[in-house]
Nanobody
Framework: QVQLVESGGGLVQAGGSLRLSCAASGRTLSTYGMGWFRQTPGRERVFVAVMSWSGGSTYYADSVKGRFTISRDNAKNTVYLQMNSLKPEDTAVYYC???????????????????WGQGTQVTVSS
């Protein structure tokens, strides 16, 4: 079992930056693909970014390419999401997720992820 806890959310002005962290416990993350999703009220959770266990493969949603960067520190059992040039439409609850299956398969699919954090709110004001 893997427990994931996100942190780093908050209120930021448009154009600003935030870095989200996701700390894992229970098992090492070194063999898991790690991703980020986000959700706004009344909508489904949507894919943001994912990184393979080795860090060699990453995928991003088109809406965040060039602005967000996913990274991981397996020694610290932590994954990060650096968010720059934030826009009001980035406002959402952000979730960290872990998956055992290779990230090259259905990297965007919520159902491909095995463990989820509780989420952290990011609010971007205009």
């Amino acid at each position: 079992q893997v427990q994931l806890v996100e942190s780093g959310g908050g209120l930021v002005q448009a154009g600003g930056s935030l870095r989200l962290s996701c700390a894992a416990s229970g098992r090492t993350l070194s063999t898991y693909g790690m991703g980020w999703f986000r959700q706004t009220p009344g909508r489904e959770r949507v894919f943001v970014a994912v990184m393979s266990w080795s860090g060699g493969s990453t995928y991003y949603a088109d809406s965040v390419k060039g602005r967000f960067t996913i990274s991981r520190d397996n020694a610290k059992n932590t994954v990060y999401l650096q968010m720059n040039s934030l826009k009001p439409e980035d406002t959402a609850v952000y979730y960290c997720a872990a998956r055992r299956s290779p990230v090259r398969n259905l990297w965007y699919a919520e159902g491909a992820y095995d463990y989820w954090g509780q989420g952290t709110q990011v609010t971007v004001s205009s």
